[in-house]
T-cell receptor, first 110, second 115 residues
Framework: LAKTTQPISMDSYEGQEVNITCSHNNIATNDYITWYQQFPSQGPRFIIQGYKTKVTNEVASLFIPADRKSSTLSLPRVSLSDTAVYYCLVGAYNTDKLIFGTGTRLQVFP | EPEVTQTPSHQVTQMGQEVILRCVPISNHLYFYWYRQILGQKVEFLVSFYNNEISEKSEIFDDQFSVERPDGSNFTLKIRSTKLEDSAMYFC?????????????FGQGTRLTVV
């Protein structure tokens, strides 16, 4: 399974755009990149998934460069309720498990 | 929106006792999982279950742990003889296909405290 590296923590203010970058240098050809969000004492929640280029949904955008060795989760205009831990995961098609790292703890201030 | 439900939300048990954590996955999902998270630590994979059998398990999932889908809707995790270090949040999850390449839905968790 590809190892991921992301910042331990980030701070932002309400209304700002937040970009969290994850590096996954040994990503395999069939791996997808997935981001999850976790609030304290709750289960992780799927945010977005992509394979290449750009993916956008109602919550976030995911930017993946051509070499796929990194990805950036973009949260437009964050609010206090976006304060959470964000996990970048890279998974193999031939395994059922999600491997969570330590994630990025995002703190949004008023 | 469909959701994974877990019961109980909190469980306190004495060391050495057996506990059963219960989960109702989303009805049309085929893959089921248990994860745990010790306070302040990472979410750790325990086991995945597909087609009525374990498909993968971690080194944490030793002989003290077992899973079962007894009736086609519930998915349970049993810990036979609890230890202090089993104290954690236990999350059940389900997905339509294998988790890394599809969305996994997690329950709200059961907080297990072993005293």
């Amino acid at each position: 399974l590809a190892k991921t590296t992301q910042p331990i923590s980030m701070d932002s203010y309400e209304g700002q755009e937040v970009n969290i970058t994850c590096s996954h240098n040994n990503i395999a050809t069939n791996d997808y990149i997935t981001w999850y969000q976790q609030f304290p004492s709750q289960g992780p929640r799927f945010i977005i998934q992509g394979y290449k280029t750009k993916v956008t949904n109602e919550v976030a955008s995911l930017f993946i460069p051509a070499d796929r060795k990194s990805s950036t989760l973009s949260l437009p205009r964050v609010s206090l309720s976006d304060t959470a831990v964000y996990y970048c995961l890279v998974g193999a098609y031939n395994t059922d498990k999600l491997i969570f790292g330590t994630g990025t703890r995002l703190q949004v201030f008023p | 929106e469909p959701e994974v439900t877990q019961t109980p939300s909190h469980q306190v048990t004495q060391m050495g006792q057996e506990v059963i954590l219960r989960c109702v996955p989303i009805s049309n999902h085929l893959y089921f999982y248990w994860y745990r998270q010790i306070l302040g630590q990472k979410v750790e994979f325990l086991v995945s279950f597909y087609n009525n059998e374990i498909s993968e398990k971690s080194e944490i999932f030793d002989d003290q742990f077992s899973v079962e889908r007894p009736d086609g809707s519930n998915f349970t995790l049993k810990i036979r003889s609890t230890k202090l270090e089993d104290s954690a949040m236990y999350f059940c999850a389900s997905s339509e296909a294998g988790a890394p390449n599809t969305e996994a839905f997690f329950g709200q968790g059961t907080r297990l405290t072993v005293v």
